[in-house]
Each structure stands twice: as structure tokens, then as C-alpha cells.
């Protein structure tokens, strides 16, 4: 059974990871404003994504860009 905590994680990653996919590369600030969420929460969901292999990091470390067939994989592609 899924606790509310647990949904609300899942909800808050697939909307950053949506909104990467919409734009290709956004910085933290245009997903913090657009989410209405904390540096600390997107940066921690960034990271998350980065470690699960769905995102890179470019070297400024202010954008993120898509890695496309894991995003295949996450929409049952």
C-alpha cells in the first residue's frame, strides 16, 4: 500500500521530469518557479534522477539535459 508521503514523491519527480521532457534543458530556478517548490526539494529530485540515470548534468550544473531512451523506458515505450 502507497502512503501519501510516497505518492507525493512520485507526483513531485514525474512533474520535474515532465517538464524537462516538454523543455529538453531548464535550469533549478524555472522549475522551482514553475513547480512552486524549494531549491533544496528540485535539487534533490534532480539529483535522484541524475543517479537513476534518466538525466545528465552538464558541466555548468545549472541545466539538465534528457538521456532519451531511458525517458522511452519511464512511458512504457
Known amino acids: 500500500m ?9 507526483v513531485t519527480k514525474r512533474s520535474i521530469l515532465q517538464l524537462i521532457v516538454e523543455n529538453h534543458a531548464l535550469s533549478i530556478a524555472l522549475i522551482m518557479n514553475t513547480l512552486n517548490l524549494s531549491y533544496a526539494t528540485v535539487f534533490r529530485y534532480l539529483k535522484l534522477l541524475s543517479e537513476e540515470d534518466v538525466i545528465e548534468c552538464t558541466d555548468k550544473g545549472v ?7 531511458r525517458i522511452q523506458k519511464l512511458n512504457g515505450i
Open 2 to 10: 502507497t502512503n501519501a508521503h510516497t505518492l507525493r514523491k512520485n
Open 63 to 69: 541545466s539538465f539535459t534528457l538521456r532519451s531512451k
